[in-house]
């Protein structure tokens, strides 16, 4: 590791800030009450209204005089870069920060803004400065920071006024001189493997991040100092813009941030880290190249190095750079936690270890390398790489737990490398992918799997044991390419919402779990989980959807489970296309049947970018409930007119196949102005048992958005669908139509057949762009207009059903659609609400 002694300071502080002005930086912050404050968090918002005293930054007089060369491109803080007489340049930046820049524009002018920006009250104002001794004491580079209050000064040239008289943090923007941005850092050591990185310094820096609670560690956060030794070029981490450093979150809304399933990494310093691996969420992929090479007994002896260079005395030094009145009242607070922290340190990171060392990715560069891989006696496996024709001084050398790590990845990519395998007792997964130009690959006694991604004239030397072998050939960029890992697991809890005359309002919610995987896009597999309740039919609806992308021979693996029970209600007013609604039958109630269903679809799916066809079988289970069922209008075999009027209480069981085909053009799915979607959908069951009898559908339906101008204030949906029938299907297997699904104006179920044809027409008017300081999006009107019909076999009928309706539209941010709508037909009027979410 190279060390780094103490920087000098970058200023003469005594004879540039001999003058200062006391301050208040944010007193806003702390005019909040008590209902407001524990909500959103007390946070420091005593520090950002307290009269502070901060030196006088004059810009003219700093190192020779500085000068703007450029407005600065951070996104939350205002800056400036500068340059200095010795052409060193600097970095100004407004301690208060302008989040809102963060929200999508059409949220910008919203409660959100609000909220946000005094979401950054949880950022102490002065943190920053404990940095530069804490980083002293494992010999780490740093900036030395001054915070102070910006005088006017004609080198801030047109940003005299937008900076002057604010409270900025002023800094050398490379005190080591010039690095490089993370980008450039990745590509020069894909480029050169003469070129290492100091892994152990930057393992350090991260146990400094989680003493300190700066979560916030993005790529942007770093820059990369090539540093020469002799013959040796070494990559040294730099660190900056401690912006989070103490970053509080005791507010009921950030608590419920943190939740899994929105934002784990964000973890305030008032608490222990319940979760260190979502905690060094943000730097991943940088962890991912630096951390590979680390074996654990080198990453617990540097933790522990860490941990005995922050003595409570360093700590104290460290927290003596706060200014008062704000060093006082958090002190004994801060010094706490930081010994908290300290001590949970080695159990913290050992976590972390295994969590991210499940997987690891061993990146090649573009030279030509020797890469072998060989089993050990004791199950391990050893991981070696060397410049060609070298035997000496590896560029890689790690040896694999398969306690800890269950895969390896080893990405080459130019050069013509050599790559062996020689594993007969590790049980750890291998994947190679190959790279462009000449490589030779020798594969002997596999134990465990390994997976070959090579180009179509890849040659493999060498395979003497095929069955656990998988090559890939393909010239593809993308089989190619270096991606890095993703070990993180995702979870989004999301609601459900809807209200018709049938079943009255329902509400639930769901679960959705997402897993990542080997090059699968959006992710490797998901789950989700959901539920509905009517509270007016007590109609309760659980589903389950699963999806593993690309398992079997490219083909996603997709799962769908339905479960309407115990208390599922369907309107069923007998087959054919005039059947009698007499509203005097105790109303609707009279047409409700109460049964049990379960469903389970598998299928084989293949996607393209706007289409997918599916295939795979299907099973369903259907149990009548005859008490509740008893007087009413299913429980009366002669007015069904079904194939199953006989037997309607009898349990019924179908397995089949079903295929489905499906195109989408559309420009957005939440409110489409133009495109189409085709949904085609064939299936076919048996009857298992006497009960039940065979039956086969056909359904289709096309809808084709078209905007009238150019600004889609005008836009017309077309939707023609229907189905048809051959065998003998149950009443609830019937072509039906009404509701707000097809037919409005009529019920549920209202129309029930052996075919079914229907169209929809829906005229939508933009009004305008809601810029609502609670919720933005797009507001409308929307017209509606149904015609539809079934057929039953000895029927006589010429009738169409029309139905028609009208409301409003909302589009809250573009993420979700609410749509409130009356419809009328010759049966009556009839309500409808729906809510859809995007995700």
């Not at 100092?225 to 912006?243: A, F, N």
């Not at 019937?734 to 044809?757: D, T």
Request: hydrophobic content about 35%; some cysteine; charged content about 25%.
């Amino acid at each position: 590791m190279i060390h780094f002694g103490i920087i000098q300071p970058i200023f003469a502080q005594s004879t540039l800030y001999r003058d200062s002005v006391t301050v208040k930086v944010k007193p806003a912050y702390d005019s909040v009450g008590k209902l407001h404050r524990k909500i959103f968090g007390e946070n420091y918002r005593k520090e950002y209204a307290a009269e502070t005293r901060l030196p006088v930054l004059k810009i003219g007089e700093i190192s020779g005089g500085l000068k703007v060369i450029q407005r600065g491109g951070g996104n939350q803080t205002r800056s400036l870069r500068l340059k200095d007489a010795q052409g060193n340049e600097w970095t100004l930046r407004s301690v208060e920060k302008y989040p809102e820049v963060l929200l999508p524009p059409n949220l910008r002018e919203t409660f959100l803004k609000k909220i946000i920006k005094d979401n950054m009250s949880a950022q102490h104002p002065f943190s920053a400065l404990i940095v530069p001794h804490l980083a002293e004491a494992i010999l780490a580079p740093h900036s030395l920071p001054v915070i102070g209050w910006v005088a006017k000064d004609q080198g801030l040239g047109e940003f005299e006024n937008e900076f002057a008289g604010t409270v900025c943090l002023l800094e050398k923007r490379e005190p080591l001189g010039s690095s490089d941005n993370t980008a450039k850092m990745m590509r020069k050591l894909r480029e050169d493997n003469h070129i290492s990185y100091d892994s152990e310094l930057y393992l350090k820096l991260k146990c400094l991040d989680i003493l300190i609670g700066d979560w916030d560690r993005h790529d942007d956060q770093w820059r990369w100092r090539l540093v020469q030794s002799g013959k040796t070029m070494t990559y040294v981490p730099i660190p900056r813009d401690r912006d989070q450093v103490f970053f509080r979150s005791d507010g009921k809304i950030q608590r419920y941030a943190q939740r899994s399933w929105f934002l784990p990494m964000m973890q305030g310093y008032e608490r222990n880290i319940k979760n260190i691996n979502w905690y060094l969420w943000e730097g991943r992929e940088i962890n991912a190249k630096w951390f590979s090479a680390i074996s654990q007994e080198s990453w617990n002896a540097t933790v522990d190095d860490f941990c005995a260079a922050m003595t409570d005395q360093v700590l104290e030094s460290a927290l003596k750079q706060l200014p008062e009145p704000g060093y006082t009242a958090r002190h004994g607070q801060l010094l706490d936690q930081l010994r908290k922290r300290r001590t949970a340190m080695p159990e913290l990171m050992r976590e972390y270890y295994h969590f991210f060392n499940r997987i690891v990715d061993v990146e090649l560069s573009d030279k030509s390398e020797r890469i072998s891989i060989d089993g050990l006696p004791d199950g391990r496996l050893s991981v070696t790489v060397h410049h060609i024709g070298q035997t000496k001084s590896p560029t890689f050398l790690r040896v694999f737990d398969p306690d800890i790590t269950r895969e390896i990845r080893v990405f080459m990519h130019e050069g013509k490398d050599l790559l062996s395998i020689n594993n007969s007792t590790s049980s750890i997964k291998i994947r190679v992918v190959g790279g462009q130009e000449e490589k030779k690959y020798s594969i002997d006694t596999l134990k465990s799997q390994v997976k070959l991604y090579i180009p179509k004239n890849g040659y493999v030397s060498q395979v003497n044991s095929k069955n656990n072998l998988s090559v890939y050939r393909s010239d593809d960029s993308s089989n190619l390419a270096y991606r890095a890992k993703d070990v993180y697991r995702r979870h989004l809890l999301f609601p459900a919402f809807e209200y018709n005359d049938d079943d009255g309002i329902a509400v639930g919610i769901g679960l959705k779990i997402i897993n990542p995987g080997f090059r699968k896009t959006p992710y490797g597999n998901s789950q989700s989980f959901s539920f509905l309740n009517s509270f007016r039919s007590s109609a309760l609806k659980l589903y389950y959807s699963g999806e593993w992308i690309k398992v079997i021979s490219g083909a996603d693996l997709t799962v769908h489970a339905s479960i309407f029970a115990p208390s599922n209600t369907q309107n069923f007013f007998g087959l054919g296309n005039q059947t009698n609604f007499d509203e005097s039958k105790d109303n609707i109630v009279f047409y409700r049947v109460r049964f049990n269903l379960y469903e389970l679809n598998t299928a084989l799916r293949w996607r393209s970018k706007k289409s997918s066809f599916s295939v795979g079988p299907s099973f369903q289970y259907y149990n009548f409930r005859p008490g509740p069922n008893e007087g009413r209008f299913i429980s009366i075999p002669e007015n069904l007119h079904s194939s199953d009027s006989a037997n309607v209480a009898q349990e019924k069981i179908y397995a089949g196949v079903t295929l489905k085909y499906s195109l989408d053009s559309r420009d957005n799915d939440i409110l489409p102005s133009r495109g189409i979607l085709l949904d085609l959908k064939l299936t076919a069951n048996a009857g298992f048992n006497q009960n039940s009898n065979d039956y086969g559908q056909l359904n289709a339906s096309v809808a084709y958005h078209l905007k009238l101008d150019a600004a889609a204030t005008v836009v017309i949906a077309e939707r023609v669908g229907g189905g048809l029938t051959a065998g003998k299907p149950a009443f609830f297997q019937a072509q039906c139509l009404g509701g707000q699904r097809n037919l409005v104006g009529y019920r549920q179920y209202r129309f029930a057949g052996e075919q079914s044809l229907f169209n929809n027409l829906e005229l939508r008017w933009k009004l305008g762009s809601l810029v609502n300081y609670v919720l933005p999006g797009q507001i409308g009107v929307l017209g509606l207009y149904d015609v539809g019909r079934v057929w039953k076999r000895g029927e006589q009928s010429s009738v169409f059903h029309h139905g028609v309706g009208g409301g409003l539209y909302f589009a809250p941010a573009s993420l979700s659609l609410v749509k409130i709508a009356a419809s009328y037909s010759k049966e009556g009027w009839y309500p409808y609400f729906t809510f859809v979410l995007k995700y």
